[in-house]
């Protein structure tokens, strides 16, 4: 099975700000931008940022409560990005493995002229 990688969704997981955002929300369920930049080294401010880039790429869904909005994870656009994860994963290990074999080859014809 091939995906095809979404560079707008690795461009938002690809801030460790956010993926620990990320984490977060899995660990609690759901959260406010308050009650995550109190587990953050940024400001509030900062987390409703990070938070509208992963809501504008599917990772987290808004729902208002309030004067807030509390953020969940899109557990169907989680899945997608594993498996785009697990693609780029698989076809990086069969590039290696080419890479190997190539390398053993060379090493053979050298070890065979000495």
Excluded: C, F, N
């Excluded at 938002?12 to 929300?25: E, H, K, Q, S, V």
């Excluded at 807030?68 to 290990?93: H, N």
């Amino acid at each position: 099975m091939t995906t095809a990688v979404d560079d707008d969704l690795w461009s938002a997981i690809g801030d460790p700000t956010r993926r620990r955002m990320l984490d977060l929300l899995l660990s609690e369920g759901d959260g406010t931008a308050t009650t995550l930049s109190q587990h953050m080294p940024v400001t509030r401010q900062a987390v409703a940022k990070h938070l509208g880039v992963l809501d504008r790429v599917g990772l987290v869904r808004a729902v208002p409560a309030g004067r807030e909005k509390r953020y969940r994870v899109d557990d169907a656009q989680l899945a997608r990005a594993v498996a785009q994860l697990s693609s780029v994963g698989a076809a990086w290990d069969a590039r290696l493995q080419r890479i190997k074999r190539i390398a053993e080859a060379i090493q053979r014809t050298q070890d065979e002229g000495s």
